[in-house]
């Protein structure tokens, strides 16, 4: 009895020891990973302009992402843009009036939304919403072999599949923004006027005393760029994406990441090259 039980106890697999991560080999992946999408991204993109400047463009269905992207994000971004005028035209106002300049809310208020609230607001959520749209559908296209079916068939993915994006992507983020920016302003006289006590008439004469053409060139070189980040980077995360089920998510999740973390780098590097004194 005793040598069996000694037997059975010699057979007994030896419990496998836990591995302890190594900080820098997730490091050195993570940032990998990174730099080889950002890559991608670019080749991606320089294939849709070549694609583009050769006329290969199919504007029905680039009109059909277009209200895919565009039309089905208005009402997203006018709530989203109506509260975040809300939080930021109360702070401003009630700050601006304790040290006396009231008649500064206007120009402030819609200085912030010009340039930075009207950008981010819209790329925010069509970061959220179409970016992980996209990623998702060519990430199923990849895993169900669609893709490897058009290429069979000659016809090319980037034509056919990127650059409608693309397009859609950059003709309809600025009259997004400036719907966010809009919004944003009619939320800000609103406040103005019933926290502050600032009359419209005032409030406006204000904007029109700060707001300068730059801005506006800002404003729509950020939506152009944001644009741009949102249709490449799902693309590219979408196309380059390979195995079962369980990737459509993690796609989806990097896409969102991805296209909000470069979102927000870019908007800085941008406002850091084009400031200029008033």
Not at 126 to 132: D, E, K, P
Not at 152 to 166: A, G, Q
Not at 262 to 268: H, Q, T
């Amino acid at each position: 009895m005793s040598s069996f039980s000694k037997a059975s106890s010699q057979e007994l697999p030896e419990k496998p020891r836990r591995r302890i991560p190594n900080p820098f080999i997730f490091m050195e992946d993570y940032f990998g990973s990174g730099i080889k999408l950002c890559g991608l991204t670019v080749t991606l993109l320089f294939k849709t302009w070549s694609m583009i400047i050769r006329g290969k463009i199919d504007w029905p269905e680039t009109f059909r992402q277009c209200e895919m992207i565009g039309l089905k994000s208005f009402l997203v971004v006018c709530i989203t843009a109506l509260f975040t005028g809300f939080a930021m035209s109360l702070q401003i106002s009630r700050e601006l009036v304790l040290f006396g300049a009231d008649t500064a809310i206007g120009g402030v208020v819609s200085l912030a939304l010009i340039r930075e609230i009207g950008p981010i607001t819209a790329g925010v959520t069509l970061a959220g919403r179409v970016g992980s749209a996209i990623a998702a559908e060519l990430t199923t296209m990849m895993i169900t072999e669609q893709i490897d079916a058009l290429k069979v068939m000659r016809i090319n993915p980037v034509e056919f599949l990127v650059v409608p994006r693309y397009l859609a992507g950059i003709m309809m983020m600025p009259v997004l923004s400036i719907y966010a920016m809009f919004i944003g302003l009619i939320a800000g006289v609103y406040i103005a006027y019933t926290a502050a006590n600032i009359p419209p008439a005032t409030f406006l004469d204000s904007v029109k005393q700060t707001i300068l053409d730059r801005d506006f060139t800002v404003h729509f070189l950020k939506a152009f760029i944001n644009g741009t980040i949102v249709t490449m980077f799902s693309c590219a995360i979408g196309l380059s994406t390979r195995g079962g089920a369980e990737d459509v998510g993690i796609a989806t999740t990097r896409s969102i990441v991805w296209t909000m973390t470069m979102i927000f780098v870019f908007n800085f590097l941008v406002t850091s090259l084009t400031y200029a004194p008033r």
